[in-house]
């Protein structure tokens, strides 16, 4: 949406294989020709569209490639089309033509960060207002969306209400671990360092499963002794600077498949993905990293060295304390972050450190912001 309103249809006109129509985008004519076939494809009619499910009715391996358009025309906010061949007309609103064409509602940019270039002190919402309003809700997860991670303080330090926090994102994801599950060095359940006072060096988390969990959540209940701060790093502006500085480093990593795995008493978790995962545009949409659980591979010489050589040069960017958020959760803190782009790790620590957490897949953090933003 623009600042002068959302995108409208100021024409349509018949055109040579297809209509062309006339957005008004921000005080600005667009002129787009839309294919004959393309419209009869997409048609948001009742004959071709459940509107209740959004599911598609149309037959697309039906539609006869000769059937052209004889009319067109602006009805309200929609776009109506007459065709030949006594195909019925169809109709299209001025939101799903501006969302295909480009001009649709903007996603939250993504700011790439330093520790030093975030604000001070950090921004953190109120637990109630979270639990309590969408609009907390909503700006809690735009903080996520934008930054890569959230803070929320006042949460009442049981692990009821850090459920109840969570659920708010969406439904823990269950995992090895469980839905929610309780984090603190006196814990043997698990063969895994996270359950330790040692230091623990910035990574992602389960680069063990196919499809990584989008989203992690600590909630602190307990909290005394020394250091213990979690430490985030941006994983998406480590990569930009690969990318800027040694691109033959950055083709590495978003070619080369890196196997991780997760061993324990009747469990043997193994998957494989880049270091840098690339979209068809080419954009950044997940960093995946854990030396802790790197599988054993090889790769032909000297495709090896150039790896380790890659590997390495991200990793010391990483590593980079001067890139390191620090950031110490007491009882009733709590920290959502996105494990696609965002690193964690956590300083050695002494005392008692109890946290809540569980895990969200990726879809239903998108599903909730889409709904919230409706």
Same mark, same amino acid.
């Given at each position: 949406?623009?600042?002068?309103?959302?995108?409208?249809?100021? %024409?349509? *006109?018949?055109?040579?294989? %297809?209509?062309?129509?006339?957005?008004?985008?921000?005080?600005?004519?667009?002129?787009?020709?839309?294919?004959?076939?393309?419209?009869?494809?997409?048609?948001?009619?009742?004959?071709?569209?459940?509107?209740?499910?959004?599911?598609?009715?149309?037959?697309?391996?039906?539609?006869?490639?000769? /059937?052209?358009?004889?009319?067109?025309?602006?009805?309200?906010?929609?776009?109506?089309?007459?065709?030949?061949?006594?195909?019925?007309?169809?109709?299209?609103?001025?939101? !799903?033509?501006? %969302?295909?064409?480009?001009?649709?509602?903007?996603?939250?940019?993504? &700011?790439?960060?330093?520790?030093?270039?975030?604000?001070?002190?950090?921004?953190?919402?109120?637990?109630?207002?979270?639990?309590?309003?969408?609009? =907390?809700?909503?700006?809690? !997860?735009?903080?996520?969306?934008?930054?890569?991670?959230? $803070?929320?303080?006042? /949460?009442?330090?049981?692990?009821?209400?850090?459920?109840?926090?969570?659920?708010?994102?969406?439904?823990?994801?269950?995992?090895?671990? =469980?839905?929610?599950?309780?984090?603190?060095?006196?814990?043997?359940?698990?063969?895994?360092?996270?359950?330790?006072?040692?230091?623990?060096?910035?990574?992602?988390?389960?680069?063990? /499963?196919?499809?990584?969990?989008?989203? *992690?959540?600590?909630?602190?209940?307990?909290?005394?002794?020394?250091?213990?701060?979690?430490? !985030?790093?941006?994983?998406?502006?480590?990569?930009?600077?690969?990318?800027?500085?040694?691109?033959?480093?950055?083709?590495?990593?978003? &070619?080369?498949?890196?196997? =991780?795995?997760?061993?324990? *008493?009747?469990?043997?978790?193994?998957?494989?993905?880049?270091?840098?995962?690339?979209?068809?545009?080419?954009?950044?949409?997940? /960093?995946?990293?854990?030396?802790?659980?790197?599988?054993?591979?090889? $790769?032909?010489?000297?495709?090896?060295?150039?790896?380790?050589?890659?590997?390495?040069?991200?990793?010391?960017? !990483?590593?980079?304390?001067?890139?390191?958020?620090?950031?110490?959760?007491?009882?009733?803190?709590?920290?959502?972050?996105?494990?696609?782009?965002?690193?964690? %790790?956590?300083?050695?620590?002494?005392?008692?450190?109890?946290?809540? =957490?569980?895990?969200?897949? &990726?879809?239903?953090?998108?599903?909730? &912001?889409?709904?919230?933003?409706?």
């Amino acid at each position: 949406m623009t600042a002068q309103g959302a995108p409208r249809l100021a %024409g349509a *006109q018949v055109a040579s294989g %297809g209509v062309e129509v006339t957005l008004a985008v921000g005080g600005r004519l667009h002129r787009e020709l839309l294919d004959a076939f393309w419209l009869q494809d997409h048609g948001e009619d009742p004959a071709r569209l459940d509107r209740s499910t959004l599911q598609r009715k149309v037959d697309t391996f039906a539609i006869d490639p000769t /059937v052209r358009a004889v009319a067109a025309r602006v009805e309200g906010d929609d776009l109506v089309v007459e065709w030949s061949h006594g195909v019925p007309a169809g109709r299209w609103s001025a939101g !799903l033509l501006a %969302g295909v064409l480009g001009f649709g509602p903007a996603p939250a940019p993504r &700011r790439t960060w330093a520790a030093g270039s975030l604000p001070e002190p950090l921004p953190r919402h109120g637990h109630d207002e979270v639990v309590g309003s969408d609009a =907390g809700l909503a700006a809690w !997860l735009d903080d996520v969306a934008t930054l890569g991670f959230g $803070l929320v303080r006042g /949460v009442p330090p049981t692990a009821e209400a850090a459920e109840r926090l969570a659920r708010r994102v969406a439904y823990p994801r269950e995992t090895i671990f =469980g839905g929610m599950w309780r984090l603190s060095s006196e814990m043997t359940d698990h063969s895994d360092t996270a359950y330790s006072q040692t230091f623990l060096e910035p990574h992602t988390d389960a680069t063990y /499963v196919p499809d990584a969990p989008g989203l *992690q959540m600590f909630c602190c209940l307990e909290r005394d002794g020394t250091g213990g701060e979690s430490i !985030l790093v941006d994983g998406l502006a480590a990569a930009e600077e690969l990318r800027a500085t040694d691109p033959a480093a950055f083709a590495t990593l978003t &070619r080369v498949v890196v196997p =991780g795995r997760y061993v324990e *008493q009747g469990v043997h978790l193994r998957a494989e993905r880049p270091a840098i995962r690339l979209d068809a545009r080419g954009e950044v949409v997940q /960093v995946s990293i854990n030396n802790y659980d790197r599988a054993p591979f090889r $790769l032909p010489e000297p495709e090896m060295r150039e790896f380790y050589r890659a590997y390495g040069a991200l990793h010391r960017r !990483l590593n980079d304390r001067s890139h390191w958020l620090l950031v110490r959760l007491d009882a009733g803190d709590a920290l959502i972050f996105d494990n696609w782009r965002t690193l964690h %790790g956590r300083m050695a620590y002494t005392g008692r450190r109890v946290f809540m =957490g569980c895990y969200h897949n &990726r879809e239903d953090f998108d599903s909730r &912001r889409r709904v919230l933003c409706a």
